[in-house]
């Protein structure tokens, strides 16, 4: 339920994040009307500004192309709810300042109850100043205290349970919102939806039905820009360790009792907790190379000229648990590949050998993105008078089944749940935990901590990534579909 009389607070109010998906999702939110009646939004950082400064910097991102008048004119009240405080993020003085800001606005609330949505875009360096000063100055003492915090949550597991040692001195669990933005976005959320409520598809949803799973994440663009940033970090810590591996805990994850946030968060743990640490010989990375007149990882001036940081991961995953044992879960993501493209592809196994040879195997897809779409390859008898199967698709392509409903963007989703106390789309803490488990020895090694440092395989910018790709996918038992199919045998 949604409390009236809330005060969004946008820490790292001028930086990227905020500018690019913050700020354009809490004004999705205003202009159709979900966000708290009387809302505000403060936004916070260290840059000075003047309000005409900050409004601009603000709604930078908020598309108006056609210059619609009502975009417009929603613009402007948006710009109405928004103000703005400029201060240091470890000097308490400042966060007094923003405190007395805040009543400010609250004096003229009708009520005394004054909620408010702390939303950190802030680099990891300032997560815990910023948490503390919060906390000790910006405390409502008469409402609801929430609090957005987002990745990097440390870079291995003990830095990350430092860092939420450190966090939850301040916060409770309760009160903190993890955003893994993957989360929020429509097709993940279906995921519960196609697997509960579809006997059809539950029933097939174990390791005597399926081959093996992919779930793949292709961004055809490099690192231009934030390269420095990104040589911290690497590809398995930007999209594997969160977003892919959320995907995963969703789709194997046994019936919770109910759709609570704790139920659903418990198995999700559960099957995490299955997973033992990544081999690396289930490991393949690679770093794109210039070609097609982009320029390659190592072309960036803010990367080291020998950085062994993988922009590509193929990795393959075991769930030791009745339903998974012996089916490979492949997570694989890269930068710089030959299209932008996030989906989850389950294959099934092969029909008994018999009155069939070679007929295509089923294939489920749950395409994230773009065009939201979930599809199952199957066989059918072709048309006529021939005695054949052909494959083909039962395909259901949201824009086409679907075309009076926008699909909300995900910050705008968890942003709307955050103001409403669903902790079900962010992550819990013993989440987070045991994601680290699984990630960091294989991350330790990839960074030399075990004396071998391995150099990633290059990759064309623009390809599909590593030519090595087909044979990996293959050793864990995905077979491409053959034209021949032949029937009866
Ligand atoms: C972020 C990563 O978490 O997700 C980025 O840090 C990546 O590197 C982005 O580009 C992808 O998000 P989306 O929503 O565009 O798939």
Request: with cysteine.
């Amino acid at each position: 339920e949604l409390k009236d009389n809330t005060i969004i607070i946008v820490l790292g109010a001028s930086g990227d994040l905020a500018k690019k998906k913050t700020f354009p999702a809490l004004f999705g939110l205003f202009r159709l009307g979900y966000l708290p009646r009387d809302v505000k939004i403060v936004g916070y950082a260290r840059t000075k500004m003047d309000k005409a400064e900050y409004h601009k910097r603000a709604t930078s991102y908020l598309k108006n192309p056609d210059n619609d008048p009502e975009t417009t004119s929603a613009i402007e009240q948006f710009k109405e709810i928004s103000t703005y405080v400029s201060g240091s993020y470890e000097d308490s003085e400042s966060f007094a300042q923003l405190n007395s800001h805040l009543q400010e606005i609250e004096s003229h609330y009708q009520s005394k109850e004054a909620n408010r949505l702390f939303y950190l875009a802030l680099p990891p360096s300032v997560f815990v100043p910023s948490a503390k000063n919060l906390k000790e100055q910006c405390y409502s003492p008469t409402g609801q205290n929430r609090i957005i915090v987002e990745k990097p949550f440390g870079k291995d597991l003990d830095s990350s349970r430092e860092l939420l040692d450190s966090l939850k001195q301040y916060w409770t669990e309760d009160e903190t919102f993890r955003i893994d933005h993957y989360l929020g976005k429509e097709m993940v959320k279906n995921i519960l939806v196609l697997r509960f409520a579809n006997v059809a598809m539950g029933a097939a949803w174990d390791k005597n039905h399926i081959s093996n799973v992919q779930i793949t994440f292709k961004e055809p663009f490099g690192t231009e820009g934030r390269g420095g940033y990104f040589d911290e970090f690497g590809i398995i810590r930007d999209i594997l360790q969160n977003h892919l591996l959320q995907v995963l805990s969703i789709l194997t994850m046994e019936r919770p009792v109910s759709f609570s946030a704790e139920d659903i968060r418990d198995e999700k743990v559960k099957v995490l907790r299955s997973i033992p640490p990544i081999a690396r010989e289930d490991t393949l990375l690679g770093q794109y190379i210039a070609a097609n007149g982009k320029p390659g990882y190592l072309d960036d001036d803010t990367v080291p000229h020998n950085s062994v940081c993988p922009t590509f991961a193929a990795t393959t995953l075991w769930i030791h648990n009745p339903r998974w044992e012996g089916v490979p879960f492949i997570l694989k993501a890269g930068k710089a590949l030959n299209e932008a493209k996030v989906e989850v592809r389950i294959q099934f196994k092969d029909v008994t050998q018999g009155i069939f040879k070679d007929i295509v195997r089923n294939e489920l897809i749950i395409r994230i993105q773009p065009s939201e779409a979930v599809y199952l390859k199957m066989n059918t008898k072709t048309p006529g008078l021939i005695t054949r199967a052909m494959p083909t698709e039962m395909d259901l392509t949201y824009k086409r089944r679907f075309t009076e409903t926008k699909i909300p963007e995900a910050y705008e989703a968890l942003i709307l749940d955050a103001l409403k106390g669903d902790h079900s789309n962010f992550v819990r803490n013993d989440e987070l935990d045991v994601a680290w488990k699984i990630f960091t020895p294989i991350l330790h090694w990839i960074e030399g901590r075990q004396g071998q440092l391995p150099r990633p395989v290059p990759y064309p910018y623009g390809s599909r990534g590593p030519k090595e790709l087909d044979g990996f996918i293959q050793k864990y038992g995905f077979k491409r579909a053959n034209d021949a199919y032949v029937w009866p045998v």
